[in-house]
Every structure is written in C-alpha cells, then in structure tokens.
C-alpha cells in the first residue's frame, strides 16, 4: 500500500473561492505549496488578484489562474466554472470560503443585508457545489470544503443571519456528502471558531478580549491554523471522510 504520511496534490486543480484574503489567502498558499495547481478568486479588486496570482507564482512551481468573480451572482458563477473547464479541463479540489459578514441584532436586521448574506454565503455555497460537482463527476471523483463557522454551530448574539447562513451550510454539507459519495466526491465542512482576518479586524477591544477568553488555548486563531485542516479534508490523508463538521477553534466549543 502506498505510504500516505506525505500529501502530493500535484496534478490536482483547486478552485477557492474568496482566495485574495484571510483564510483563503492562506488555503491557496498551502495548496500550491503541495503542489495543486491554484485558481484564486476575489470579487472587488483586480489589482489585489494580479498582484496574488504573482505571489503564487514566484514562491511555488505551480500553474494559477484568477477568477474576479462574485460568487452571489449565478451567471458569474456559470462563468467561472466554464473558464476553470475551459483552462484546466478538470477540477478536483474546491473550496468554498468566500462569505461576508454583517452583525445587527434581531431587530435590527433589514431585508438587504438578509439578503446579501444568503446570497453570498448560502445560496453561493449550493452555485459552486452544483458547478463543481458536475466538473469532479468527469474526473472520477474530488473533494470539497464548506467554510462554515462556529457560530453556525454554536449562534451568537447579534448574529442571527449570519449564524443562519453558516448552519446552512452544515446542512448542505452533510446533505451534498450523501448525494456524491457515490460519485468518489467527499464534501466536509470547517467551523473556524475567532481567527485573525479583516473580517474580525474592527471589533472593538472590548469583544475582542471577550472571544479570546472563550478562547480554551488563550490566543486567536491565525488563517494559517485553519488552512492546515482544509489541507487534511482536500488531501489522500481523508480518503475515508465525508459528511463531517471539522472545528477549528483553540477549544471554544468544548
Ligand atoms: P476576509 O478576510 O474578509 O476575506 C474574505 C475573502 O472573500 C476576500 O478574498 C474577499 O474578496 C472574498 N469575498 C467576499 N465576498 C465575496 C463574493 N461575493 N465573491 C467572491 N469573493 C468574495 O474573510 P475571512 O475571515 O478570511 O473569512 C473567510 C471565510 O471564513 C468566510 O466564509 C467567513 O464567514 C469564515 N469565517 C471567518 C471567521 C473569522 O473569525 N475570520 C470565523 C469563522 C468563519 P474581496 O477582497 O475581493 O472582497
């Protein structure tokens, strides 16, 4: 039996969504680094892209490609997924990271930003699963991973869409893994509990040094902790894991 203590995805494509920052920023650099051929994807800056796409490149030999695309419009999504088949001719490894976040208490909570966290972190979530899944089918299989959230998992106050939006995703993710497991498709979710990204950076000091002492190991998580575990669910190290909620959260759930 081939030794599985080492992870080579050369020859594999990854597609991450949301890939100019953060937590995606980190989960493209760590596939290159194992070999994957990368398609970065950001909605707002073409600069921010090329200047990505440059960085892969010079640090890793591996081909990239980047989408400036919005995942909460369809017809972009359809786009996307033509150029990937277009370019690469397969896809094996997606994730699907990109999300927003908006707090506003219960009362608080209008139907545009309602409708701008579903779009994007819901029904953007289902876009790409369908696009993709047809992409890995011809393949012979592939591996995918929802970014949820501990919040998802576990709510909060002042997050009742955006929770709402991450919980879905636990449901697609479980639902998908039962459809295409036939398919030799995993799909698995992650729930990042409080890591450090511009999508945390305006929080007060206050609510910060909250989440860090709900924090069991006492510091922030960095992108890079989370993008570690998307590499074990996207690698021959998880060939027998599907349909799993995998928290990585320095303990805030236990
Ligand atoms: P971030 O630093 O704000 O980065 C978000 C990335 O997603 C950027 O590359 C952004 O591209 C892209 N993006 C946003 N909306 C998009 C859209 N509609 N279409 C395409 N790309 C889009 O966020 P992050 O903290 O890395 O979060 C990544 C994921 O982890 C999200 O799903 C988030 O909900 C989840 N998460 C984060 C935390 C945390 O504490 N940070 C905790 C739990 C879960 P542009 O630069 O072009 O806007």
């Known amino acids: 039996m081939k030794s599985t203590s080492s992870i080579d995805l050369s020859g594999r494509v990854a597609f991450i969504t949301g890939s100019t920052r953060g937590i995606g920023w980190a989960v493209a650099r760590i596939l290159a680094e194992n070999g994957a051929a990368i398609i970065l994807n950001g909605r707002s800056s073409p600069e921010r892209l090329h200047s990505r796409i440059g960085e892969i490149c010079s640090r890793f030999d591996v081909p990239v490609e980047g989408i400036l695309a919005d995942v909460s419009d369809p017809r972009a999504i359809s786009r996307a997924y033509r150029s990937i088949h277009s370019q690469f001719g397969r896809l094996d490894i997606l994730v699907n990271n990109a999300g927003v976040l908006e707090d506003a208490v219960l009362g608080m909570i209008g139907e545009a930003g309602l409708r701008r966290l579903f779009e994007t972190n819901t029904a953007g979530v289902i876009h790409s699963l369908q696009a993709a899944s047809r992409l890995m089918k011809r393949n012979g299989g592939g591996s ?76 922030i998580g960095s992108p890079e902790d989370v993008a570690r575990a998307v590499l074990f669910l996207v690698s021959d190290l998880s060939t027998y894991v599907t349909g799993q909620i995998l928290g990585v959260d320095g303990g805030m759930v236990i």
């Open 144 to 219: 995918i991973v929802n970014i949820s959230s501990i919040v998802g998992v576990e709510g909060n106050r002042g997050q009742v869409a955006y929770s709402a939006t991450k919980a879905a995703i636990l449901g697609i993710s479980k639902s998908a893994a039962k459809e295409l497991a036939g398919d030799n498709i995993r799909v698995n979710a992650v729930a990042p509990g409080f890591i450090d990204t511009d999508m945390v950076r305006n929080l007060s000091d206050t609510i910060r040094k909250e989440n860090i002492a709900r924090i069991g190991m006492g510091r």
